[in-house]
T-cell receptor
Framework: DQQVKQNSPSLSVQEGRISILNCDYT??????FLWYKKYPAEGPTFLIS?????DKNEDGRFTVFLNKSAKHLSLHIVPSQPGDSAVYFC????????FGKGTRLHILP | EAQVTQNPRYLITVTGKKLTVTCSQN?????MSWYRQDPGLGLRQIYY???????DKGDVPEGYKVSRKEKRNFPLILESPSPNQTSLYFC?????????????FGQGTRLTVV
């Protein structure tokens, strides 16, 4: 049973607009959530994280929102840039890191 | 430069021929792990290690072995590879296994078993 779900396999967004990537989880004991970005032929790289005691964390163009009651988090990228085209993995941490299946983001010119 | 190094990057082998994928990190991290990435399945953890001589199974350990004799190295061993182990493999390390600790990933090893 998937504990971390990314239900959108892909997403296309116009350059300059906001990209919103979504993630749902089932285990209320997760204490941290992370987003990773992956380009083809490279390993995933850490993007941003949020503690379960917070509801928002911002780093430049990237903001992660956490809604604990809905067991839902989202990553907002604004404005979206061509270099943001990649696969984004949501991950949750309890005693290990559990990854979602990823969402491929395409930024359209 | 902080990094996780995997070798080889690409490998084609035949069924049953033992192979080892090496992983080394230079950050003195305690926690290391192996993942495989398959289409539609995301990243699934194979094995992890919390410190030297301490290893444990992840979600998909069947057909794999690991060892952690030194802190910096965490090789992945396939004693008798099979075609269903054709995949993209990533090694990762982090300071600890929990909390807000960023995991650093290697560049990946694309394995094909024929």
């Amino acid at each position: 049973d998937q504990q971390v779900k990314q239900n959108s396999p892909s997403l296309s967004v116009q350059e300059g607009r906001i990209s919103i990537l979504n993630c749902d989880y089932t285990n209320s004991m997760f204490d941290y959530f992370l987003w990773y970005k992956k380009y083809p032929a490279e390993g995933p790289t850490f993007l941003i994280s949020i503690s379960s005691i917070k509801d928002k964390n911002e780093d430049g163009r990237f903001t992660v929102f956490l809604n604990k009651s809905a067991k839902h988090l989202s990553l907002h990228i604004v404005p979206s840039q061509p270099g943001d085209s990649a696969v984004y993995f949501c991950a949750a941490v309890d005693d290990k890191i559990i990854f979602g299946k990823g969402t491929r983001l395409h930024i359209l010119p | 430069e902080a990094q996780v190094t995997q070798n080889p990057r690409y490998l084609i082998t035949v069924t049953g021929k033992k192979l080892t994928v090496t992983c080394s990190q230079n950050m003195n991290h305690e926690y290391m792990s192996w993942y495989r990435q398959d289409p539609g399945l995301g990243l699934r953890q194979i094995y992890y290690s919390m410190n030297v001589e301490v290893t444990d199974k992840g979600d998909v350990p069947e057909g794999y072995k690991v060892s952690r004799k030194e802190k910096r190295n965490f090789p992945l061993i396939l004693e008798s590879p099979s075609p269903n182990q054709t995949s993209l493999y990533f090694c990762a390390s982090s300071l600890t296994r929990t909390g807000n600790t960023e995991a650093f990933f290697g560049q990946g090893t694309r394995l094909t078993v024929v």
